[in-house]
Nanobody, 127 residues
Framework: QVQLVESGGGLVEAGGSLRLSCTAS????????MGWFRQAPGKDREFVAA????????AYADSVKGRFTISRDNAKNTVYLQMNSLKAEDTAVYYC????????????????????WGQGTQVTVSS
């Protein structure tokens, strides 16, 4: 099991930027696919972005393509989500997740692909 702690959320004006970080503990981080999901009030949790263990593959939701970038530093056991050109509709609690199984090249994108979740960090974009 991987323990995950997110940070970097906050309040930002529309058009601004934030960088979320997720630090993992556990020996499986370097072989785990990592992802970010978000949940807005009254809505289901939705996929945002994912990255393979080798960093060779990434995936993004259509709503964030071109604005968000996922990256990871396996030496620091940390995955990042750089969010630019933020919109009011990006307001949500953002969750970091680690895959259940090794995803060295492929990217996990379904919630059922992930076995460990962080507590979430609030991102609020004011319009």
């Amino acid at each position: 099991q991987v323990q995950l702690v997110e940070s970097g959320g906050g309040l930002v004006e529309a058009g601004g930027s934030l960088r979320l970080s997720c630090t993992a503990s556990g020996r499986t981080f370097s072989s785990s696919g990592m992802g970010w999901f978000r949940q807005a009030p009254g809505k289901d949790r939705e996929f945002v972005a994912a990255i393979s263990a080798s960093t060779s593959s990434t995936a993004y939701a259509d709503s964030v393509k071109g604005r968000f970038t996922i990256s990871r530093d396996n030496a620091k056991n940390t995955v990042y989500l750089q969010m630019n050109s933020l919109k009011a509709e990006d307001t949500a609690v953002y969750y970091c997740a680690a895959s259940k199984y090794a995803y060295v090249v492929a990217t996990p994108t379904r919630p059922s692909d992930f076995g460990s979740w962080g507590q979430g960090t609030q991102v609020t974009v004011s319009s």
